[in-house]
């Protein structure tokens, strides 16, 4: 299915029970510079709108939220070893992490692509 | 993401002042902030990263044009007697301070505390302070308000402050301004650039070689184009102009020091010299003098400290430091913390007790709950190339 977005610039991509988030390229040029990136541990419960990661910046923390409540099923590392990843493909491989989804509604709910980007311009 | 709004949230307010570079920064694509009551470039198409790197391996420029540059001159022409009536007001040596040379400094107030730090510079026919953006207009009211009629106390308004630093500045400032050359650090001189006078002193904010120059604010696009041409010189924003100080372990005002903090407090005991503390020959008569001069006797109770933390993760100012993971007591809190792009690690400096302030000394910030451990580790982090030969 297309991807969906959230207000708080997070994209999502849902593939059966598994939604695959990261932060929209609107968001990384908003930031500037990554140099820090904190994500959830596997296995953690995770609710709609809970912050669970964190990217920092040179001058400051910005949480990511969760768009969708279930289990954190895997993280990505690659963005812990090498921050600015998410500058240059925040939205392929600069994933952040991947849920396994409790509330299929909560999909329904998200924005499409031209919604957000007509939020965004 | 909670940082990034969307552009509706981000017009300027058109209460926001602009230097003489505005143009400038929008024709370089310049991310634009409030900062102080301006509109400045927080970065231009480089980003914070690349331009602070440029920095230390180049020439950075930056426009701080949104500083305060004070003119403290007398009316019966007693020059002689400026710098004696300014010692009034700062803890540092000044009647000492020769014609052409600048000295880092700070107004105190009654407790001792820093109303600002500034530079004084020794122009011969007056003194040209050079203050914090945020504080200027304040500085203005603290200078007037204490010292002899007698001084004629003017903020500059029709000129433009430009700092070009790094190992590359004196190359990028020759051509046009071929007495740079001889300069050492904290000379201050005024020269002919381009046809019209500009103060040119050798200083900066980044613990590397450069130079700062007041300019004509009608002539200071020219001169910033005409700098911008050469090999090597890029536009610096502020965001890089933070992490190049904070590596260079120099204060911020209103983080790292503030009107509670004293000299002694902020390890800024090395900007007084002798000749103002207890046994010296103008020993004290500054404000908050008692305050001050005792702390140098040895009581003052915490001291402002670097801090490397062996994670990762920055360590930001407001966060609370601990001897350990679990004691309820705080021992010190973080001032600045963030990233040293030329270290490739985290980087902090804060306030800890006495006791806990020698370098090597493991202690703990609290960063969203999690006690990270930080080694107290001397400053500068990143040594400093001023060329004082």
């Given at each position: 299915m297309d991807r969906k977005f959230t207000p708080d610039h997070e994209w999502v991509s849902i593939d059966g029970d598994?939604?695959?988030?990261g932060i929209t390229d609107y968001a990384q040029s908003q930031l500037g510079d990554l140099v820090f990136v904190e994500l959830p541990k596997t296995g953690r419960a995770i609710r709609k709108g809970e912050a669970v990661a964190v990217v920092e910046s040179v001058k400051a923390a910005s949480d990511v939220y969760s768009p969708l409540t279930g289990e954190v099923v895997a993280v990505n590392e690659g963005i812990v070893a090498d921050p600015a990843l998410v500058n240059s493909d925040p939205e392929q491989s600069a994933w952040m992490f991947k849920v396994r989804l409790t509330d299929r509604a909560e999909v329904e709910a998200l924005m499409d692509?031209?919604?957000?980007?007509?939020?965004i311009t | 993401m909670s940082a990034a709004s969307s552009p509706s949230a981000n017009v300027a307010p058109h209460s926001l002042q602009r230097t003489p570079l505005y143009d400038l920064h929008l024709a370089n694509d310049a991310k634009m902030v409030p900062f102080a009551g301006y509109e400045m470039p927080l970065h231009y198409r480089l980003g914070v990263l690349k331009e602070h790197l440029h920095t230390r391996a180049a020439t950075g420029l930056f426009d701080v044009s949104h500083m305060g540059q004070i003119a403290i001159r007398s009316r019966s022409g007693a020059v002689g007697q400026l710098a004696l009536a300014l010692e009034r007001l700062v803890p540092a040596d000044l009647v000492e301070l020769g014609v052409g040379r600048q000295r880092y400094t700070v107004l105190t107030n009654v407790t001792g505390g820093i109303v600002d730090d500034i530079m004084v510079a020794n122009l011969g026919s007056h003194l040209l302070v050079t203050v914090n953006a945020a504080?200027?207009?304040?500085?203005l009211a603290h200078l007037r308000a204490n010292m002899p009629d007698d001084c004629?106390?003017?903020?500059?308004?029709?000129r433009a402050l430009i700092a070009l630093q790094g190992p590359g500045a004196e190359d990028a400032l020759l051509p046009h301004a071929p007495a740079a050359r001889s300069m050492r650090f904290m000379d201050v001189q005024r020269m002919t650039i381009g046809a019209v006078e500009c103060v040119v002193s050798r200083s900066g904010y980044t613990g590397e070689d450069g130079f700062e120059v007041s300019v004509p604010?009608?002539?200071?696009?020219a001169l910033v184009r005409s700098l911008l041409r050469q090999d090597n010189v890029a536009l610096v924003g502020l965001g890089a102009r933070d992490s190049l100080r904070l590596e260079a372990g120099l204060c911020l005002y209103g983080r790292d020091i503030d009107d509670t903090t004293t000299p002694v407090e902020a390890a800024l005991e090395w900007s007084i010299q002798k000749t103002r503390r207890t046994g010296g020959k103008r020993a004290g008569g500054f404000i908050g003098a008692e305050v001050v001069l005792a702390q140098l006797a040895g009581n003052a109770s915490r001291r402002r400290v670097g801090l490397r933390p062996e994670g990762r993760a920055p360590v930001r100012g407001g966060a609370r430091i601990y001897l350990d993971e679990t004691s309820d007591t705080a021992i010190g809190q973080v001032t600045s913390g963030g990233y040293g792009p030329s270290l490739t690690a985290p980087v902090a400096m804060g306030y800890v007790d006495l006791a806990t302030s020698r370098p090597g000394t493991r202690l703990f910030a609290d960063v969203r709950g999690i006690r990270h451990p930080a080694l107290v580790a001397p400053l500068p982090f990143v040594a400093h190339r001023y060329r004082r030969d």
């Open positions: 598994i939604a695959t988030v692509e031209a919604a957000y980007r007509q939020q | 504080t200027k207009n304040n500085d004629q106390i003017d903020m500059l308004a029709d604010a009608t002539h200071a696009d």
